[in-house]
C-alpha cells in the first residue's frame, strides 16, 4: 500500500509553473515532517523543500525564491508550487515522510522543462 502519492508533473516549458502534490494518511500528514527531493540521471538525489521542526521551512539553494512548500491540513496533502522554471530543474520529484530513522518515499513523479 502506497503511504505517499504524488500527483501533477508533467511537460512545461522554460519559465513556466506545475505544482506538485502529494496525498498521504493522516498519521503520517500529523506527525513526520514532510517534504520533497527530485533526483536527475547521473545525480545525487537532493533536498527541494520541506517542513521541519516546529514549523521551519528548508529550502534547497537552487530553488530558493521560484518554488514554494506548503500543505492543507483538512486534506492530509503537501504541495510544491513551482514557478520560473529553468531546463535544470528536470528530475523525478519524490515526496518524502521523515521522522527519527523512519522514511517514507513516494514512487516519483516526472518533471520535464524543456521548449
Known amino acids: 500500500q502506497e503511504q505517499l502519492v504524488e500527483s501533477g508533473g508533467g511537460l512545461v516549458q522554460p519559465g513556466g509553473s506545475l505544482r506538485l502534490s502529494c496525498a498521504t494518511s493522516?498519521?503520517?500528514?500529523?506527525?513526520?515532517?514532510m517534504g520533497w527531493y527530485r533526483q536527475a540521471p547521473g545525480e545525487q538525489r537532493e533536498l527541494v523543500a520541506g517542513f521541519g521542526d516546529l514549523g521551519r521551512i528548508i529550502y534547497g539553494d537552487s530553488v530558493r525564491g521560484r518554488f514554494t512548500i506548503s500543505k492543507d491540513n483538512s486534506r492530509y496533502t503537501v504541495y510544491l508550487q513551482m514557478s520560473d522554471l529553468k531546463p535544470e530543474d528536470t528530475a523525478v520529484y519524490y515526496c518524502?515522510?521523515?521522522?527519527?530513522?523512519?522514511?517514507?518515499w513516494g514512487r516519483g513523479t516526472q518533471v520535464t522543462v524543456s521548449s
Open positions: 493522516g498519521s503520517i500528514f500529523t506527525w513526520y515532517n
Open positions: 518524502n515522510a521523515h521522522l527519527g530513522r523512519n522514511d517514507y
